[in-house]
């Protein structure tokens, strides 16, 4: 049994990392505001603050000790450089729950060209050790980070990098998919989109992206906190899928057909898929397998899924508590 911290944890897919610790024996800390209520009653420890808020967060967990953190919430290089300094060598380990949008070659700001990375790629195109991070710009500004999302994890990865003294895990997450619980809405836009006979607009020959279930994804961060990997690990199923695999899904849930337009310029269209990419982009998934962890394909979960979420209540309002 070990103690563990999950920082957020309170939405979607970090409400099934929370439960799938429980499940495994595991103690586990809750740090959050607050704000939004969680299932889990007394099995769960609760520490108050805001990690977007300095301080806070070094306050709330004063003197407590960890075998691991799990950094639900980090956007930041503020957030970064605060948890290692709130923990210190109290935590036997940090993971990170970052995004597959490091890799986003669009939004970087502090290289220039963007680095080349392949169709999918792998983690050591993106060193965070050879990246800058900027503690002084705007984070906290009105839009500044919903608009700089991509550029905020690569520099939280940075300065956790560079600033912890534990060892780090870096989770690159894919686009996460859930039946239940998803604040995206990305699998319920094309449920709600089919059902209405409404069209699924799409770049021109739309790229593939990566994708990966919330269970695997929650089930990949309990195992990474207690296990010896450390370093960026991208999470992902093996396989990709484009905006007609997605519409396949949702065929085959639905019964109805998906009409899917192809545009050359989409941008502003309000029926634009959330998975329609100009190009490909995507991650493979060679390192996690070569740890033990490999992930299952898309084409194995996904329609499950898609019927499972016709099923089951709406999305919930967005949330970064995760």
């Known amino acids: 049994m070990s103690d563990i911290c999950v920082i957020g944890g309170t939405r979607f897919f970090g409400k099934l990392l ?109 060193d965070p050790a050879d990246y800058d991070f900027d503690t002084t710009l705007p984070w906290d500004a009105p839009g500044y980070l919903d608009a700089h999302y991509g550029e905020g994890k690569r520099q939280a990865e940075a300065a956790l990098t560079r600033c912890a003294k534990v060892p780090v895990l870096l989770a690159r997450v894919a686009h996460v998919l859930a039946a239940e619980g998803d604040f995206t809405g990305r699998l319920r836009f094309h449920l709600d989109r089919v059902r209405a006979g409404q069209p699924v607009v799409a770049h021109t020959a739309p790229g593939r992206t990566s994708l990966v279930r919330a269970e695997e994804a929650a089930d990949f961060l309990a ?14 199923s093996p396989d990709t899928a484009d905006v007609y695999d997605v519409c396949a899904a949702v065929e085959s849930a639905t019964g109805l057909t998906a009409d899917v337009i192809e545009k050359e310029d989409p941008s502003g269209d309000p029926g634009l898929s959330p998975f329609s990419c100009p190009s490909d982009f995507g991650m493979a998934s060679d390192r996690a397998a070569a740890l033990g962890h490999p992930f299952t394909p898309i084409a194995q979960w996904l329609p499950t899924v898609a019927r499972d979420a016709l099923a089951g209540p709406a999305s919930l309002p967005h949330s970064k508590e995760q």
């Open 18 to 126: 929370v439960h799938k610790l429980l499940a495994d024996g595991h103690r586990v800390t809750l740090v959050n505001r607050g704000q939004t209520p969680d299932p889990f009653g007394d099995a769960v420890r609760r520490l108050r603050a805001d990690v977007n808020v300095p301080g806070e967060l070094t306050a709330a967990v004063a003197g407590e000790r960890f075998d691991a953190v799990i950094h639900q919430m980090c956007y930041t290089p503020g957030a970064a450089v605060e948890v290692c300094e709130a923990f210190g060598e109290r935590a036997g380990k940090i993971v990170m729950t970052s995004t597959i949008e490091v890799y986003n070659k669009d939004t970087f700001r502090w290289r220039f060209p963007a680095p080349p990375f392949s169709a999918r790629a792998r983690e050591e195109e993106l």
């Open 223 to 236: 195992w990474a906190a207690l296990s010896d990997a450390t370093g960026a690990v991208n999470v992902t």
